[in-house]
């Protein structure tokens, strides 16, 4: 344990010795003070998960959709927040299917601008050829990240 956590402990037992009623106070306001940033804290990551949920996100393999085969893969995002999002980072993922076992994985972002309840679909590239698993009934799956909302005034 380095010396300045000892030295720190010491003087924290001595203070409260020789000052119960004060460090008591001091204790109890630095408590809630952390209980406070806590809830805080714990309120930011709830919003920023609503937020990532309202972004519904949906990928196939879809030669219809996108003939050119170095972007094969068509991705739809749909806006469920109030607000316009900015951007969107999201990790491409696919399986054979009746497979648990991930084939390709990639992490990908889009800046394309999304009006609440719009929706927006693109032709997204591979960042590696499917080699081993070409002609076999693949399932694409959307895992959305983070969201970047706009913000008023810029």
């Given at each position: 344990?380095?010396?300045?956590?000892?030295?720190?402990?010491?003087?924290?037992?001595?203070?409260f010795?020789?000052?119960?009623?004060?460090?008591?106070?001091?204790?109890?306001?630095?408590?809630?003070?952390?209980?406070?940033?806590?809830?805080?804290?714990?309120?930011?990551?709830?919003?920023?998960?609503?937020?990532?949920?309202?972004?519904?996100?949906?990928?196939?393999?879809?030669?219809?959709?996108?003939?050119?085969?170095?972007?094969?893969?068509?991705?739809?995002?749909?806006n469920?927040?109030?607000?316009?999002?900015?951007?969107?980072?999201?990790?491409?993922?696919?399986?054979?299917?009746?497979?648990?076992?991930?084939?390709?994985?990639?992490?990908?972002?889009?800046?394309?601008?999304?009006?609440?309840?719009?929706?927006?679909?693109?032709?997204?590239?591979?960042?590696?050829?499917?080699?081993?698993?070409?002609?076999?009934?693949?399932?694409?799956?959307?895992?959305?990240?983070?969201?970047?909302l706009?913000?008023?005034?810029?």
């Amino acid at each position: 344990m380095p010396i300045v956590v000892v030295v720190g402990i010491v003087v924290a037992v001595v203070l409260f010795v020789a000052f119960p009623r004060q460090m008591g106070l001091l204790a109890a306001v630095f408590i809630v003070g952390i209980g406070a940033l806590g809830i805080y804290l714990w309120a930011e990551a709830q919003q920023a998960a609503n937020t990532r949920s309202a972004v519904t996100a949906e990928a196939q393999l879809a030669p219809a959709l996108c003939p050119d085969p170095k972007a094969p893969v068509a991705i739809a995002f749909t806006n469920g927040n109030p607000t316009t999002v900015d951007a969107i980072g999201f990790v491409l993922e696919a399986r054979r299917e009746g497979h648990s076992g991930l084939v390709y994985s990639d992490f990908l972002s889009s800046d394309k601008i999304i009006a609440p309840g719009e929706r927006s679909s693109a032709c997204w590239p591979l960042s590696r050829p499917l080699k081993d698993v070409a002609g076999a009934g693949l399932v694409f799956t959307v895992r959305v990240n983070s969201v970047q909302l706009h913000q008023d005034g810029s």
